[in-house]
């Protein structure tokens, strides 16, 4: 057994290595890193993350449910620190099952793994407390500087692989709890013209906005790419908050000087901090930074760079995932009862693979004008919308508290004034 | 259009097991479970309920920015309720997530902004000249003063202005036996990593009296903090309620100065800003309004 396996045993037991040990992987760990592109290009099949935040007894039960690594292909959005009581244990793994499994863990920069951010909320502090100085601290946020921006996902196929129970052709998501129990299906709409209402919007009832559309996820109305089966779908672009008015093409994105800590200002600071919003086009968010985007600003976006999804974080949604906009954005949110109180599911978002391999090939990998003839900004009015990828919600509870080796969460009587 | 919107799946699952929320391993009971999910004490002439559920799902979020016209924090216990009740009369008053959110200032009349909204907007100005709406300006530090939802007694009891009353704190201070006691939270917004907003309640029942503490706490790094607390006292024996708000507030940086004068190391100011308890006494007192209502 090698010193990274041993290290992997023991944080998946939930205890620190030694600051010798985490030096020594952080460094391994910027190697690796520096040589990835601000967008990494990851192969379907791959299992979709969103905020971990320290919860390192739900990331297990993630794994559990999601399937171990390297058996799964992962990609976590970001935010693997603060709030929980394990960031360090549940960042220092995720690294290490990074460096060991370089092909099989792809993980992208939240707007907590950055210096100021941690030192508010709870990292710092944590790994004062555990190790009694800042350094490992200070590795960690080294290592954040190199972590990626976005990741592309090619090669996800229009229909589902075969879980637990045989799927149809035309199923566009399926939803599973914990257990692979599907709970619910959605078949892809036919497409039909001049549809006035269209079909219902999310599984969650996400653009749509009425209220009737509840009880367990997914079990609202259908969801909706659109277009033909048959076709190999177009890529998924992965991102921990939004879209930047900075960036229209995923190539600008590729040109960000990334090695720095998460700036105030500038289209790195918008990709990690900005989120969707029912409005047209741009707009500001009331607390004075930060911007939030509409539908059209999305179309567009996965439009002009042959997208056919975008996979972000960053929004705590009650039902584990969020499709918004004619399921051409989802929110991911994968920390389960969050902060230990808020008794949300989580999920993560499985692609499978194209099996007829042309997909990979076929496209324009995200890269504008490749393979539409450069074509420019969409119309107005016009509807297209790339044929989404085949999604496969797995929908996860906490971890049961006694796993946890913590006392039980209970109020404690105090004689407050 | 609905043949369509059908789910193929399988028949719908089987109910979910469903944990008390006294139970170790955490719950998940579905909203419709109100009942075991509310804890009821009785004292004297008194009922008290908390109910504890998790945070709210997707469609009562929406049916929630309907009814109160501005969006929702992220964490929002919309089925969470304190409630006390004078059983002979009837006369209640209940905190719940609709009445706190409902007296937020829903037009952003003075708008806060975080410490950094200067910067970020001065390296935007040559990029971002078009975008200049603000999405739905309202107060997004959730700052209410909310001190209760009141029904009406069948005698026509209703709080009234102080009559002399105030809450006798030394009693409080006594050490008698806990019959009661719980902690509920109506909403919690991490103001985009710029602090936090919390609205939650805690109340204790003693043999002879109880105290209810219901506490907005607002911090906004860099520019200000808030505290607003609305506290009802109960007298099982002598039958009368006292309801106290005080709202206080202070700036980030002065608040800050206090806290180094006293001796505080850099980190454990940051950890002492985290803890309304050691704020409040250093926050500058700007409303205090006391209500007593009395029976039979």
């Known amino acids: 057994m090698s010193d990274l396996d041993r290290a992997i045993a023991q944080l998946r037991s939930c205890r620190p290595i030694p600051e010798s040990q985490v030096r020594e992987i952080c460094h391994k760990a910027r190697e690796l890193l520096i040589e990835e592109g601000n967008v990494v290009t990851v192969a379907a099949p791959v299992t979709i993350c969103g905020d971990i935040h320290g919860q390192f007894h739900d990331l297990m039960e ?66 004062i407390r555990k190790y009694g100085s800042a350094n490992v601290w200070r590795y960690c946020c080294d290592v954040f500087d190199y972590l990626a921006l976005g990741a592309i996902v090619l090669g996800a196929s229009n229909t589902l692989s075969t879980g637990t129970e045989p799927v149809d052709e035309d199923t566009e998501i399926e939803v599973c709890d914990q257990s692979g129990t599907v709970m619910s299906r959605f078949p892809r709409p036919m497409p039909r013209p001049n549809s006035a209402e269209g079909p219902a919007r999310s599984p969650n009832g996400g653009g749509g906005g009425s209220g009737d559309r509840t009880g367990p996820p997914g079990s609202g109305a259908s969801g909706s790419s659109g277009g033909s089966i048959g076709n190999p779908t177009g890529a998924v672009l992965c991102v921990h908050g939004g879209l930047s008015p900075l960036i229209d093409t995923v190539d600008k994105i590729r040109l960000i000087d990334r090695k720095q800590e998460v700036p105030h200002e500038g289209a790195m600071c918008d990709l990690l901090w900005s989120d969707p919003d029912e409005i047209d086009g741009w707009g500001l968010s009331p607390r004075g930074a930060g911007f939030l985007f509409g539908a059209d600003i999305v179309k567009i976006f996965n439009h002009r760079n042959d997208l056919s999804l975008i996979a972000r974080a960053h929004q705590l949604v009650m039902e584990g995932f969020k499709e918004m906009f004619d399921a051409s954005i989802v929110t991911v949110w994968s920390a389960p009862n969050y902060c230990y109180r808020c008794g949300n599911v989580a999920a993560v978002l499985e692609l499978s693979e194209d ?17 539409d003839g450069g074509r420019g900004v969409m119309m107005e009015g016009e509807t297209f919308v790339r044929n989404g990828p085949a999604r496969r919600y797995r929908v996860f509870q906490a971890a049961p508290q006694d796993s946890r080796g913590m006392p ?9 004034l | ?100 959110l409902n007296r937020v200032d829903k037009e952003g009349k003075k708008l806060l902004k975080v410490s950094y ?70 909403y919690e917004s991490e103001l985009d990593d710029n602090g936090i907003s919390i609205y939650s309640c805690k109340v204790r029942v003693h043999e002879k009296r109880m105290l209810l503490l219901c506490r907005l706490f607002m911090r906004l790094d860099g520019v200000v903090v808030r505290i607003n607390d609305t506290r009802v006292y109960v007298d099982f024996d002598q039958h009368y309620v006292i309801r106290e708000y005080t709202a206080k507030e202070e700036l980030f940086q002065s608040l800050n100065r206090k806290l180094v004068m006293s001796g505080r190391l850099p980190d454990d100011v940051t950890i002492a800003l985290r803890d309304p308890n050691i704020l409040d006494p250093l926050l500058t007192v700007k409303k205090q309004t006391t209500d007593t209502v009395r029976f039979g």
Request: aromatic residues 10%; charged residues 25%.
């Open chain 2, 1 to 100: 259009m609905a043949s369509n919107s059908e789910p193929l799946g399988p028949p719908p699952r089987p109910a979910a097991i469903i944990n008390h929320v006294t139970s170790t391993n955490e719950p998940f009971p579905d909203p419709n479970e109100l009942d075991a999910a509310t804890k009821v004490h009785t004292q004297g002439d008194f009922q008290i309920e908390a109910r504890k559920l998790p945070i709210s799902k997707a469609g009562p979020i929406d049916e929630l920015n309907e009814r109160l016209g501005i969006p929702v924090p992220e964490m929002i216990f919309g089925d969470n309720l304190i409630k006390i009740t004078h059983k002979p009369s009837n006369w209640s008053i209940s905190f719940d997530a609709f009445g706190a």
């Open chain 2, 117 to 186: 909204a200067k910067d970020w907007e001065r390296t935007r100005e040559d990029t971002t000249m078009k975008i200049k709406n603000i999405v739905k300006p309202y107060d997004w530090s959730y700052t209410t003063d909310y001190s209760g939802t009141e029904s009406e007694g069948g005698g026509g009891q209703r709080l009234a202005p102080g009559t002399g009353h105030s809450i006798p704190l030394a009693l409080l201070q006594r050490r008698d036996p806990m019959l009661f006691f719980e902690e509920v939270i109506l």
């Open chain 1, 355 to 371: 099996e007829s391999g042309t997909g990979l090939f076929a496209r324009s990998n995200g890269d504008v004008g490749r393979s």
């Open chain 1, 408 to 416: 039980a969460k209970k109020p404690v009587a105090d004689y407050f």
């Open chain 1, 62 to 127: 993630l794994f559990r449910v999601g399937g171990d690594v390297p058996d799964t292909n992962y990609l976590f959005m970001g935010d693997f620190v603060d709030r929980g009581f394990y960031s360090l244990e549940t960042f220092l793994l995720l690294l290490c099952l990074k460096v060991r499994y370089p092909d099989r863990m792809t993980l992208i920069r939240g707007n907590h793994e950055s210096r100021q951010i941690t030192t508010v909320y709870g990292f710092y502090d944590e790994c």
